[in-house]
């Protein structure tokens, strides 16, 4: 059976329903959202992470071509393509959200009627998204020891559950060890419930306990996704994976990140934006304040992992070291 969270977000004939990440397990709650601005305000509030603001910006710009029903079509376009911009706005360091208004505006490009192109573009971008989490999770899985601890850090959504689909599918025996991944528990909540509910012997740490862990010997491989990866293979990804990485490389545990593709249009890491959140999101967890009045927060929300530090970048076209990025692209260009 497919997780729960493999499909969490979905166009309905009232608008886009997203399940609300922030506090699931403990609830399952759907939140409706009527207009692609009201989508682009869930994804900016955490409503979905990860993998998920990609499908929420899929369908809300097929909410956009609804609302641009009945404007001449260069003025549709237009305010396709400014619903495409608050979209991608919401979280700078994803990547994934400029390819999802892509591929919907691919689609209402290659069609007359602006909403059955919209819709189409929408769903060959949902199925384009799950192939190459698959290849990715089939090329991740071949990497992995045949019984073995890995340490993952955050979320990697789709990225992970397809890696431990594939890794079950050759009858490897995992065990997982998860951060909590504050403030919003990422790792705590969505991986842990997730791999519990694989069938994943799956253990949960302090985000401080990583290096610990690894000096010990207790894990074989660290394995996080990756907002993006640069063309010289900098891995950006949730905030304390550069911390994971420098320890794993100090007790050589090898540090795998996995991303669909390495990001073309940026050369290195400068190229990429770091999102800065709040810092009231650290003095808060489930909504319950968790630190004295006296402190101030401070949210990096990304951090930036130099290449000396990463084993293998693994991507849906197979494993590169992260200075070989270039090589995916030598084969015919598709991303
Ligand atoms: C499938 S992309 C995975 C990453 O986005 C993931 O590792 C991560 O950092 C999630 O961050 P989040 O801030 O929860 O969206």
Not at 125 to 130: I, N, P
Not at 175 to 183: A, G, N
């Amino acid at each position: 059976m497919e997780p729960v969270l493999a499909r969490s977000v979905r166009l309905e004939p009232d608008g886009v329903h997203v399940l609300d990440r922030r506090n699931f397990p403990f609830e399952r709650v759907w939140v409706r959202c009527a207009t692609v601005a009201e989508v682009a305000a869930a994804i900016e509030d955490m409503v979905t992470q990860s993998s998920g603001p990609y499908f929420a910006a899929l369908w809300g710009m097929v909410l956009a071509a609804r609302e641009a029903r009945g404007l001449p079509r260069a003025e549709a376009r237009a305010s396709l393509e400014r619903a495409g911009e608050l979209l991608v706005s919401t979280r700078r360091t994803n990547n994934a959200l400029r390819k999802a208004v892509a591929a919907v505006l691919a689609g209402v490009d290659a069609s007359d009627d602006l909403e059955a192109g919209a819709l189409a573009g929408a769903h060959a971008g949902d199925r384009r998204y799950r192939d190459r989490s698959r290849r990715l999770g089939e090329a991740t899985a071949a990497l992995l020891p045949d019984d073995g601890a890995v340490l993952t850090h955050c979320w990697a959504d789709l990225y992970l559950t397809e890696t431990v689909k594939a890794a079950q599918a050759r009858g490897k025996r995992l065990r997982f060890v998860c951060t909590e991944t504050r403030p919003y528990l990422q790792g705590a909540r969505l991986t842990a419930e997730t791999l519990g509910e694989m069938g994943v012997d799956t253990t949960l740490i302090t985000d401080g306990t990583g290096a610990a862990v690894m000096s010990a010997g207790e894990v074989d491989v660290l394995l996080t996704a990756a907002d993006r990866v640069t063309m010289d293979g900098h891995v950006v990804n949730k905030v304390g994976t550069l911390g994971l990485a420098v320890a794993a490389h100090a007790f050589d545990v090898p540090f795998l990140a996995m991303v669909q593709a390495p990001d073309r249009l940026a050369p290195t890491a400068r190229d990429v934006p770091i999102e800065h959140r709040p810092g009231e999101e650290v003095l808060h967890t489930l909504g319950r304040r968790t630190a004295s009045d006296r402190a101030r927060g401070r949210y990096p929300a990304f951090d930036v992992t130099p290449p000396r530090f990463v084993t293998t970048v693994v991507t849906d076209r197979g494993a590169y070291a992260p200075h070989e990025l270039a090589d995916y692209y030598a084969e015919d260009v598709h991303d």
